[in-house]
């Protein structure tokens, strides 16, 4: 048996996930204060306040403050061929050396080609509160306005928001309304 280690508030960020630590039900935690955190549900979207930090632990076995689970990668061209490739490190303020992902090719690439990588993502307002959440392309425009299965409006601000840090759990959008400018 592993022994888990203990939350505490220098340890916990916002965007983490946690779980119980009899249970299997993962959270991300939405605030962090001096001995408790707020958490929500990414199902239902239920908050849970004052969730004191002995209670859970992290939902992976594999967590260390301050490390990503995810690469940054960019689209590269060289020669007419794109490529996949991640920033090894920046040779001068317009040259960077490059990596081509799972290969051991390394290029030095001018800044200006490369482009980084991020999902598409969308940005809701979900009663009165506005959260970027990953979404597929050309599903959602913006101005549109949705209501959730749980009874909750949503209204689209903004498509293609390039927010690396976007929640992976949209709403249910239910219904979509039609509105008419009076």
Same mark, same amino acid.
């Given at each position: 048996?592993?022994?888990?280690?203990?939350? /505490?508030?220098?340890?916990? #960020?916002?965007?983490?996930? +946690?779980?119980?630590? !009899?249970? $299997?039900?993962? %959270?991300?935690?939405?605030?962090?204060?001096?001995?408790?955190? *707020?958490?929500?549900?990414?199902?239902?979207? $239920?908050?849970?306040?004052?969730? /004191? %930090?002995?209670? %859970?632990?992290?939902?992976?076995?594999?967590?260390?403050?301050?490390? #990503?689970?995810?690469?940054?990668?960019?689209?590269? =061209?060289?020669?007419?061929?794109?490529?996949?490739?991640? $920033?090894?490190?920046?040779?001068?303020?317009?040259?960077?050396?490059?990596?081509?992902? /799972?290969?051991?090719?390394?290029?030095?690439? &001018?800044?200006?080609?490369?482009?980084?990588? @991020?999902?598409?993502?969308?940005?809701?307002?979900?009663?009165? @509160?506005?959260?970027?959440?990953?979404? &597929?392309?050309?599903?959602?425009?913006?101005?549109?306005? %949705?209501? =959730?299965?749980?009874?909750?409006?949503?209204? +689209?601000? !903004? @498509? &293609? =928001?390039? /927010?690396?840090?976007?929640? !992976?759990?949209?709403?249910?959008? +239910? *219904?979509?309304?039609? =509105?008419?400018?009076?």
């Amino acid at each position: 048996m592993t022994r888990e280690r203990r939350l /505490n508030r220098d340890s916990v #960020s916002v965007g983490d996930c +946690v779980r119980r630590k !009899a249970g $299997k039900k993962v %959270y991300e935690v939405t605030w962090v204060g001096p001995y408790d955190m *707020t958490l929500r549900d990414p199902v239902t979207g $239920k908050r849970t306040n004052y969730a /004191n %930090y002995c209670d %859970y632990t992290f939902a992976d076995d594999t967590h260390e403050k301050g490390t #990503s689970m995810n690469k940054t990668l960019y689209e590269i =061209t060289v020669n007419g061929t794109v490529h996949i490739a991640e $920033k090894l490190m920046e040779k001068s303020s317009t040259s960077w050396l490059m990596q081509v992902y /799972n290969t051991s090719t390394v290029l030095f690439v &001018d800044k200006a080609d490369c482009k980084e990588i @991020v999902p598409y993502t969308v940005k809701l307002r979900v009663n009165a @509160v506005e959260f970027d959440y990953r979404y &597929d392309e050309g599903m959602l425009k913006p101005g549109e306005v %949705y209501l =959730t299965a749980k009874g909750d409006f949503v209204f +689209v601000v !903004a @498509v &293609d =928001t390039k /927010n690396k840090n976007a929640k !992976a759990t949209p709403p249910k959008l +239910v *219904t979509r309304l039609v =509105t008419e400018a009076v």
